[in-house]
């Protein structure tokens, strides 16, 4: 755990670290909207884009979940990064800029990004010595799986603008060496390498945000504020819900730690962000995340389905149970029909004496 809270104080110190990224320049068309040219040499999108089954959404979307299971949210192989580009630089080409700041507002989820610039390319990966090859690609995987970044953007209920954007970089441990590398020794495949039983780590970059522009594209400036340092877990020093650990002021955020990022392209669930940070172009894959429930709203969820789940037994018991009882009217048939018989069999009992009989004999 120590390890990696030290990595994030590290990755938190520079604010630029996580500001989106504008590597393309852009070219105005006859109808007034924008294409992009790329900057860092990379070729032209293999796209044909006057095919009318292509959907360069599902394209991207495609790609950049293929190229976050193979190397997370940070991509630094240089041809992965040139396809990403490429599938991007599609979808931009094909739709109008977004215009709605309302719908920037939420929790985006980080599916990919790159850095470049113009004489600096990724590295080809397929060259690198056990990168690809375990335990080295194991433990890659595994982190790939504990990592989750997120950008939160919110806004001033008052303006209905956007004020703040913080930038989540949250870290779930695993409990043992096992979880991270499969061929062990035998008396090392349970070594608790989470002593402290943490569920979760979060560095949080809280951003003053504000929007400078609409056209061509929504641009947002950010000024890192403060740091906080958030931890869960399941021991006793923990909570389990999750508390801040650590907070620091950044000062002089306006001349020292601030930047900005456009959004090329937004719908219901997909953003495209792009900045330059120096010389280096970043370029930002969100997807829409979906909010995570507390314990309260769990519990009350699985009450609610518990008594969901009871009340359709019960009904369906009712059903059944109506099925089997008899409705009134053939009830009442059945017994005018008992007593007829009821009634031929009396007459044919003459030699039996009513109650009265007896009495009087008696």
Same mark, same amino acid.
């Given at each position: 755990?120590?390890?990696?809270?030290?990595?994030?104080?590290?990755?938190?110190?520079?604010?630029?670290?996580?500001?989106?990224?504008?590597?393309?320049?852009?070219?105005?068309?006859?109808?007034?909207?924008?294409?992009?040219?790329?900057?860092?040499?990379?070729?032209?999108?293999?796209?044909?884009?006057?095919?009318?089954?292509?959907?360069?959404?599902?394209?991207?979307?495609?790609?950049?979940?293929?190229?976050?299971?193979?190397?997370?949210?940070?991509?630094?192989?240089?041809?992965?990064?040139?396809?990403?580009?490429?599938?991007?630089?599609?979808?931009?080409?094909?739709?109008?800029?977004?215009?709605?700041?309302?719908?920037?507002?939420?929790?985006?989820?980080?599916?990919?990004?790159?850095?470049?610039?113009?004489?600096?390319?990724?590295?080809?990966?397929?060259?690198?010595?056990?990168?690809?090859?375990?335990?080295?690609?194991?433990?890659?995987?595994?982190?790939?799986?504990?990592?989750?970044?997120?950008?939160?953007?919110?806004?001033?209920?008052?303006?209905?603008?956007?004020?703040?954007?913080?930038?989540?970089?949250?870290?779930?441990?695993?409990?043992?060496?096992?979880?991270?590398?499969?061929?062990?020794?035998?008396?090392?495949?349970?070594?608790?390498?989470?002593?402290?039983?943490?569920?979760?780590?979060?560095?949080?970059?809280?951003?003053?945000? +504000? &929007? !400078?522009?609409? @056209?061509?594209?929504?641009?947002?400036?950010?000024?890192?504020? $403060?740091? #906080?340092?958030?931890?869960? =877990?399941?021991?006793?020093?923990?909570?389990?819900?999750?508390?801040?650990?650590?907070?620091?002021?950044?000062?002089?955020?306006?001349?020292?730690?601030?930047?900005?990022?456009?959004?090329?392209?937004?719908?219901?669930?997909?953003?495209?962000?792009?900045?330059?940070?120096?010389?280096?172009?970043?370029?930002?894959?969100?997807?829409?995340?979906?909010?995570?429930?507390?314990?309260?709203?769990?519990?009350?969820?699985?009450?609610?389905?518990?008594?969901?789940?009871?009340?359709? +037994? &019960? !009904?369906?018991? @009712?059903?059944?149970?109506?099925?089997?009882?008899?409705?009134? $009217?053939? #009830?009442?048939?059945?017994? =005018?029909?008992?007593?007829?018989?009821?009634?031929?069999?009396?007459?044919?009992?003459?030699?039996?004496?009513?109650?009265?009989?007896?009495?009087?004999?008696?």
């Amino acid at each position: 755990m120590n390890f990696f809270a030290i990595l994030f104080s590290s990755l938190a110190a520079s604010s630029v670290a996580f500001h989106v990224s504008f590597p393309l320049r852009t070219q105005r068309l006859s109808g007034g909207f924008p294409t992009f040219r790329s900057t860092a040499g990379e070729a032209a999108a293999p796209y044909d884009t006057n095919d009318s089954a292509f959907d360069p959404k599902q394209d991207l979307m495609d790609i950049a979940l293929s190229l976050n299971d193979e190397y997370g949210p940070l991509i630094i192989d240089s041809k992965a990064q040139e396809r990403l580009r490429n599938a991007v630089q599609a979808l931009e080409n094909s739709t109008t800029p977004p215009a709605s700041i309302a719908d920037m507002v939420g929790e985006w989820t980080l599916l990919c990004s790159t850095a470049s610039a113009e004489n600096i390319k990724g590295i080809d990966t397929s060259k690198l010595p056990f990168f690809n090859a375990d335990p080295v690609k194991e433990v890659r995987d595994r982190l790939n799986k504990s990592v989750k970044v997120q950008q939160v953007i919110k806004s001033d209920p008052s303006t209905v603008g956007i004020d703040r954007v913080d930038h989540v970089i949250q870290y779930m441990p695993p409990s043992e060496l096992s979880e991270f590398v499969s061929n062990l020794p035998s008396f090392l495949q349970n070594l608790n390498i989470n002593p402290l039983e943490v569920t979760n780590e979060k560095v949080i970059l809280v951003h003053k945000a +504000e &929007v !400078e522009g609409l @056209i061509p594209f929504i641009k947002t400036k950010l000024t890192l504020e $403060s740091v #906080v340092v958030n931890i869960a =877990g399941r021991s006793q020093i923990l909570d389990p819900s999750g508390a801040d650990v650590f907070g620091v002021n950044v000062p002089f955020g306006d001349m020292l730690n601030a930047g900005d990022f456009d959004t090329t392209y937004m719908d219901d669930d997909l953003r495209i962000s792009r900045s330059k940070v120096g010389v280096v172009d970043q370029l930002r894959v969100f997807t829409r995340s979906v909010p995570d429930l507390d314990q309260a709203e769990v519990a009350e969820a699985s009450v609610v389905q518990v008594e969901d789940e009871i009340v359709e +037994e &019960v !009904e369906s018991a @009712i059903e059944d149970l109506d099925e089997e009882i008899e409705t009134p $009217s053939d #009830v009442e048939a059945e017994s =005018g029909s008992g007593a007829s018989s009821g009634g031929e069999a009396s007459d044919g009992d003459e030699g039996v004496d009513a109650p009265s009989d007896v009495n009087s004999e008696d």
